[in-house]
């Protein structure tokens, strides 16, 4: 049987007062003259007899009401337990809640996720999307404080948070020529996603301060997959003078591409060191050797998001670009 809430009249029949003293103490009118020890007694009922304020209400007493929401298609993803942890720890710290919606990229679930927020008078709303790319929102997304995570806006008009994949690109780069690599092969993504070209431009910006000439015969498209990273790496291997190590755009290609390595009979990393971008645990971590990979950096983007959301005024479209760290594994070699 589920058990009656107790209410303010509940805690005034319990203490001996009158409904509006236990409103005032509870909702913490301290401008209100209410002798101590009253204050005392309605607190300790309330704590006795379970009592829960009633969110709306509070919300309505102090014109906010400590939610952020969070749209994403992420949802349903490996990214998607990092962003919320990232968002939900940096939330907790100011005592704020999240009300996360998952969209699947469908524009109408989209629109239907802002109003239903709004309806809810969220503070703010954090838009994050699975692949970095262009988005339009909805109309709705002006009416309250927006941040967007691994996206951008066409306009340019809402505050922004993307990972920085140029860098990362050259950091996974550099990891290969620190351990003495200079034949280095890349797999990429598919020309047409925006990561690809900041990917590629850190791999060559690395060989290039490296001294190392860039050659187009090393670079491949995998297509973001597992099968376009195997035929990738086959196709790298077969070349008169192979690659020593291959840098691969995403996990998945990397997955692929071990495949292609141990079927030409090389060893991971004794004759080809690889490394990957995304660090996809569910794939890095339980590959053998397990992956040395660049990570999107979804958990700090989460919290950075919050932080500007939670800034003492929410200023105007600005762009944050969170560096991509290294998580290093067993997949590099000398």
Request: some cysteine; glycine content about 8%; overall charge neutral.
């Amino acid at each position: 049987m589920v058990r009656r809430r107790v209410s303010m009249d509940d805690i005034a029949h319990a203490t001996g007062v009158s409904r509006s003293t236990v409103s005032f103490v509870l909702n913490g009118r301290e401008d209100i003259q209410i002798p101590a020890p009253t204050r005392d007694r309605v607190r300790a009922a309330a704590r006795e007899l379970g009592y829960r304020p009633h969110a709306g209400a509070q919300a309505l007493a102090k014109a906010r009401t400590d939610l952020i929401g969070i749209v994403t298609d992420i949802v349903a993803t490996p990214f998607a337990g990092e962003i919320i942890r990232g968002a939900q720890h940096a939330a907790w710290a100011r005592d704020k809640f999240l009300l996360v919606v998952g969209t699947d990229g469908d524009p109408t679930r989209v629109a239907a996720a802002f109003e239903m927020l709004l309806q809810r008078r969220v503070e703010g709303i954090i838009f994050a999307t699975q692949a970095n790319e262009s988005v339009t929102l909805p109309a709705a997304a002006r009416e309250v404080p927006t941040v967007l995570v691994h996206c951008v806006s066409d306009a340019g008009d809402f505050t922004t948070i993307l990972p920085d994949e140029e860098a990362g690109g050259a950091l996974a780069t550099e990891t290969l020529i620190r351990a003495g690599h200079r034949r280095i092969g890349m797999i990429n993504l598919d020309p047409w996603l925006r990561a690809a070209i900041p990917r590629e431009t850190g791999y060559r910006r690395a060989l290039a301060t490296a001294g190392v000439a860039f050659n187009p015969r090393l670079v491949r498209v995998g297509h973001a997959t597992a099968e376009g990273g195997y035929e990738a790496a086959r196709e790298l291997l077969a070349e008169v003078d192979p690659p020593t190590a291959l840098f691969c755009a995403n996990d998945r290609m990397a997955m692929g591409a071990y495949d292609a390595v141990k079927e030409a009979g090389l060893r991971i990393p004794g004759d080809v060191s690889v490394v990957g971008f995304d660090n996809q645990e569910i794939i890095a971590a339980f590959l053998r050797p397990a992956l040395t990979t660049v990570a999107l950096p979804f958990d700090t983007m989460g919290a950075t998001a919050i932080d500007a959301l939670c800034a003492p005024s929410f200023g105007p479209p600005a762009v944050t670009i969170v560096p991509c760290p290294l998580v290093e594994r067993a997949s590099v070699g000398r």
